[in-house]
C-alpha cells in the first residue's frame, strides 16, 4: 500500500515537472493542452489552477494592477478545473 502511494506521488511530482517545463519553454497553446491531458489522467489535479497563473507570469507579462484581465489563464483554468470535475463525475468510462 506504501509503496503504492509513493509510486502514485512520484508520477504526480514527475507530471507537475514537466508541466512546468512546457510552460517554460513552449507557446501557451501547447502548455494548455498538456495541462488539460494531465488534469484528465489524474483524479485532482489542483495544480492545474496554480499553472494556470504561471502561464499568466510567463506569457502575460502580470503586473501588480488590479485589473482582472490580466489573470485570463487563470480565470479560464480555474473554469475549466471546475467544469472537468463535473465531468469526471458523469463520465461512465473514467474510472479513476
Known sequence: MLKLLIINNMKRILLDIILLLVIIMLPWEVSVLVGLFILFYLKSFT?????GLILDIFHSGVSL??????YRFTLAFIVIFLISYFLKKRLKFYSR
Open 65 to 70: 494592477q488590479s485589473n482582472i484581465s490580466a
Open 47 to 51: 495544480e492545474f489552477i496554480l499553472f
